[in-house]
């Protein structure tokens, strides 16, 4: 019998990346220059936001996805954080709301007009202080209106209900920084990595840890649930240093169904994954290119498609959802790709080469929209509900009639599970030594300022006191 290589016929085998024209590209952006292992990009259908340079403080441009070419440097800014920006989200139920986390301890809450941006944006929807340390990630729940997950360098993840501004719960299972968050579909399990080299999967309300994976021949960088599929793919390092993806059962963290090496480079490697068209995309920090693979529940498991090859670098990519997709030319996902030394963002589209202008029902499935499936208490109760799905076919620009309403509260740390989260933690390094005692100089200059007004006022009152009882002893005498 004469040996034959395994075929699998596949419609996504020819997909390749189209780079944007230069006049569809946004240029003259101080994209930062933060080494923290973040995209420092969101995007939505609307807008599109990137963290900047910035003297002093933290900030980030959003700029409408329809505005390309150069951006004005004295663009308008949102910048009300007092430590540099380390990740931002957008809302995906609330196109023109936006959370950041930042240096300064904080996760803020921002509210875009339609129009985008006409002068600095500095007062915020929502300030939520929680942590003691910075925080370095941020992730909506995929279904849920009104619910955030922080997680912060003190090794906690806090889950805000933004109806009431507070922290609802708080898991506390880490032992070093989380370094990812990932959700299932319907947002009842979480996957974590973190620098204990651990791999976990938690029940969020309860914060019990259901798995826990230590594999030494593979450290966990990066975590994203497949779908449906109830698999879980990991991005790492080998114990020879080089490059590698890992395949787990989310039940069964034992062992990985498969591992695969990609490469010696140094890089972190970023997975995005589509649950509609089953793709994987691979993109490395400092790298030019992006693989992509298509993921099946039999073996190979990972079949390798092609590979999208630039010059330029990419600090970090943010990704269009999919009801902003040009899905008249087939495009299935959208990178918007940050070029630092250039300053410049530039869009890939991944598109299905077909000859036919008609729909493409089979790239096209139904997919998660923009209506929440569940309220925040619904959800904190403990009902799980999959996603609203929409149809791409439509006119894909419904209305959403969801309205962001912020609650009216005093600017405070919460209490969870009988623990204060502002409690007095010692500074590990000096640049968090230096950010506490400017925090307490201006905190005692304050204090000083409200004395010196209430002695001023007290004074004043002593003064009319003084008046009010003579004038009643005056009147006393004449009668």
């Not at 370095?136 to 993840?157: Q, V």
């Not at 630092?340 to 202008?357: A, D």
């Not at 609650?407 to 405070?412: A, I, Q």
């Amino acid at each position: 019998m004469s040996w034959r290589p395994t075929y699998r016929s596949s419609k996504f085998r020819n997909v390749y990346g189209k780079v944007a024209n230069r006049e569809h590209c946004f240029e003259g952006i101080p994209i930062t220059k933060n080494v923290h292992d973040n995209h420092f990009c969101a995007v939505n259908a609307k807008f599109l936001a990137i963290v900047t340079e910035s003297a002093g403080g933290g900030s980030f441009v959003v700029i409408p996805v329809t505005q390309f070419g150069r951006i004005d440097p004295h663009y308008p800014k949102v910048c009300g954080h007092q430590g540099k920006v380390l990740d931002i989200k957008w809302n995906p139920f609330h196109d023109n709301i936006i959370a950041s986390c930042s240096e300064d301890s904080s996760v803020r809450i921002w509210e875009v007009p339609d129009s985008g941006l006409r002068r600095n944006l500095t007062e915020s929807v929502l300030e939520l202080y929680g942590h003691s340390r910075r925080v370095g990630l941020i992730e909506w729940h995929p279904t849920t209106s009104g619910i955030l997950f922080s997680a912060g360098y003190d090794y906690k993840i806090l889950i805000w209900n933004l109806e009431i501004g507070e922290p609802v719960k708080m898991i506390d299972c880490h032992t070093d920084v989380i370094l990812c968050m990932s959700f299932n579909t319907e947002g009842s399990l979480l996957a974590t990595s973190c620098k204990d080299k651990k791999l976990r999967v938690i029940e969020p309300r309860s914060g019990k840890v259901l798995q826990e994976a230590n594999f030494k021949n593979h450290k966990v960088n990066r975590v994203v649930f497949l779908g449906n599929m109830k698999r879980l793919l990991t991005t790492g390092v080998s114990r020879w240093n080089t490059r590698q993806i890992a395949l787990w059962d989310q039940e069964d963290l034992s062992m990985p169904i498969i591992e695969e090496e990609i490469d010696g480079l140094s890089g972190l490697l970023f997975p995005f994954y589509d649950a509609d068209t089953h793709m994987l995309y691979l993109a490395g920090k400092g790298d030019g290119n992006i693989r992509y693979y298509e993921i099946t529940l039999e073996k190979p498991y990972l079949q390798y498609l092609m590979e999208f090859r630039s010059p330029a670098p990419q600090k970090g990519l943010g990704v269009m959802p999919k009801h902003g997709l040009d899905v008249g030319a087939c495009e299935v996902f959208r990178f918007y790709k940050l070029v630092t030394l250039k300053g410049l963002i530039e869009p890939i589209s991944m598109i299905v080469p077909r000859r036919s202008e008609t729909y493409q029902e089979d790239i096209y499935p139904m997919t998660p929209g923009t209506e929440p499936a569940l309220s925040a208490d619904e959800w904190l109760s403990g009902i799980n509900r999959g996603p609203v799905l929409m149809s791409l076919k439509e006119g894909y620009n419904r209305p959403n009639k969801l309205v962001f309403k912020a609650p009216v509260k005093e600017k405070k740390g919460g209490v969870v599970n009988g623990i204060d989260l502002l409690e007095n933690v010692p500074p590990r390094t000096e640049n968090e030594l230096l950010r506490m005692f400017f925090r307490q100089q201006e905190e005692l200059r304050r204090l000083k300022d409200e004395l010196t007004q209430k002695d001023i006022k007290i004074r004043q009152l002593e003064l009319e006191n003084r008046l009010c009882s003579k004038q009643l002893h005056s009147k006393s005498r004449a009668l």
